[in-house]
């Protein structure tokens, strides 16, 4: 019984002396590593950050399984860098599996089969709605990245630098998700906390049958043409 139970203590002191774990002065937690560079960092605000060796090639950043189609999985959220706190959630992949980014909301494979009896998408509604969209520039003011920070960090390649930090002055471009909203509902969608998302694959698509159609209307018009004897020889 002795040596059984020396035996398990001698086993439990060794998987203890391999699981690496530390709480830090500043009282995050790191699970599988001694240090903050890789493993699972918990911060204080309970954020948790997963990272995998540097010298590995591969590997599972997060793996999670859901329960329910609205659960959230691996959220990202930009920083104010002035006040160091968290802001918006600007990445997350909800449970069944779309994907909602910040300016874009964008969809996984859903291996939809075009089949007898689906609806279509008529060609010339579409040209209509595309041609009630309006473009337009903004600012992205959640981005508080500063020149500084670009220098300084150990995650960007150095040739890369020069070109992110001039890419700090530029201005986005995007569809009013408004007047989308109002043209072609079925393209935007609303996340979690109130926010209109645009669908791009969905504007895609009628820009797919738009053109389609104005080729329609090209051809006609150019047989018109050379029925008329208005063509260039």
Known sequence: MKKALFTLTIALLTIAAQAQFKIHDDGWVSVGSLT??????????????????NSV?????????????????????????????YGQQVFYVSGNGTVWAYNCLSYGPNHTIVRAG??????EDALASILQLQGCYYDNEDNTTTPEEIVESEYIQEEAKDAMI???????????VSLLGEVVPDAVRTDTE?????????VITLLVEAVKQQQEEIKLLQKTLEENGLTRK
């Open 118 to 123: 689906l609806d279509l998408i008529d060609k």
């Open 166 to 176: 001039r890419d700090l002055g530029k201005r986005n471009i995007g569809l009013d």
């Open 36 to 53: 903050k560079t890789y493993g699972i960092q918990v911060q204080p605000s309970c954020y948790t950050s997963f990272r995998v060796l």
């Open 57 to 85: 090639a591969f590997g599972w950043g997060t793996n999670s399984i859901s329960d329910l189609n609205t659960m959230k999985h691996w959220i990202v959220t930009n920083r104010d860098n002035a006040s160091n706190l």
């Open 194 to 202: 109130a926010r209109l998302c645009i669908n791009y694959n969905a």
